[in-house]
């Protein structure tokens, strides 16, 4: 492969959250992102996918800048994202946010939603940033007589069309895609996704792919990273992991697939009890409250991801 376009490493994310006992105030750490590192090469979709809470969005917001790092290191083009100046780094990495109604501005149009990144990057002829933001508008289904329209007078369909134009209109080299279905009806998801594949062709875009749907990520992404409780369990191309999941928790995760076909019977989650909080998180490997397979090692030494076949991680100690 060639060198990647983007490179995280042992990203760690913490939230103070103070608690009062007998004694007084103390301060303690939700650990939301925990040690993640991965890369992402220019023109792939990477997907990553986990259940809520596992740290996938604030990872995603992480790498736009919209969050500090407690620890650990995102480089861009194998330079640190910090040393970017933020208008500069607008440019190269933007974000589709999951909720097509509380991400746009109700006081602007369509047409100024649009053209605002335009207007903050030097562009201040109004007719040229009117013909930049129509062409964009355009490129993701919308008409011409829309252009107008304020926020409330869309669907949701429509509204995350606008999301979309916004993020491609600096033409970024990477775009972070929050969830950006999971919010709209299924047959409205179909539309959507398709219209970002055709715009990753015509503008050359670079995605991470965040979702809860599996089926949607098996459907987009060339690579996969199953996170749980803030850490990375199990990275790997798409075939690989849909066909060959080596980590227990990924193996429950595709089990967990609905079918729709009522004579396949689902099969048996292995998975028992709740997913523990991020505030008082395991020792060891994270997953061992919850694991069949989990040993005496599990509890006292986290696992780190390990090379079991070309191109794909997992970290476990009972790997077979």
């Known amino acids: 492969m060639s060198e990647p376009l983007l ?3 042992d990203l760690k994310i913490y939230y103070p959250v103070k608690a009062k006992n ?9 650990k ?3 040690g993640v590192s991965f890369d992402v090469y220019r023109g792939e979709t990477f997907g990553i996918v986990g259940e809520s809470g596992c740290g996938k969005s604030t990872t995603g917001k992480a790498i736009v800048g919209l969050l500090k790092p407690t620890a650990g290191s995102i480089s861009f083009e194998g330079k640190s994202v910090g040393q970017y100046p933020a208008k500069e780094m607008a440019r190269h990495i933007q974000i589709i946010f999951q909720d ?8 602007l149009t369509a047409g100024q939603c649009v053209g605002e990144p335009l207007l903050i990057h030097g562009e201040k002829n109004a007719a040229k940033r009117r013909e930049k933001a129509l062409s964009l508008l355009s490129d993701v289904g919308l008409r011409e007589d829309q252009f107008d329209r304020f926020p409330h007078e869309f669907s949701g369909g429509q509204r995350q069309r606008i999301g979309v134009a916004r993020a491609i209109a600096l033409h970024p080299d990477l775009v972070v ?3 950006p279905v999971s919010a709209l009806d299924v ?9 970002m594949q055709d715009l990753q062709k015509k503008y ?6 965040i979702s809860h749907n599996l089926s949607v990520v098996e459907h987009l992404c060339d690579r996969i990273a199953v996170m749980y409780l803030g850490h990375i369990v199990e990275l790997a191309d798409k075939k690989s992991l849909f066909e060959n999941p080596v980590h227990p928790y990924t193996k429950a995760l595709l089990e967990s697939i609905p079918v729709a076909d009522p004579d396949v019977k689902s099969m048996n989650n292995s998975l028992s009890g709740d997913v523990p909080g991020p505030l008082n998180p395991p020792s060891g490997c994270c997953f061992h409250t919850r694991c069949p397979k989990a040993c005496e090692r599990c509890s006292k030494e986290l696992p780190v991801l390990q090379e079991v076949a070309p191109g794909h991680f997992a970290a476990c100690h009972c790997l077979a």
């Open 7 to 9: 490179q995280v490493k």
């Open 22 to 30: 007998r004694i007084g105030t103390s301060v303690q750490y939700a």
């Open 32 to 34: 939301a992102v925990d």
């Open 100 to 107: 097509p109604y509380s991400s746009l501005d109700p006081r």
């Open 177 to 179: 895609c929050d969830e």
């Open 187 to 195: 047959s409205i998801q179909a539309q959507i996704l398709n219209l």
């Open 204 to 209: 050359q875009l670079t995605y991470i792919f």
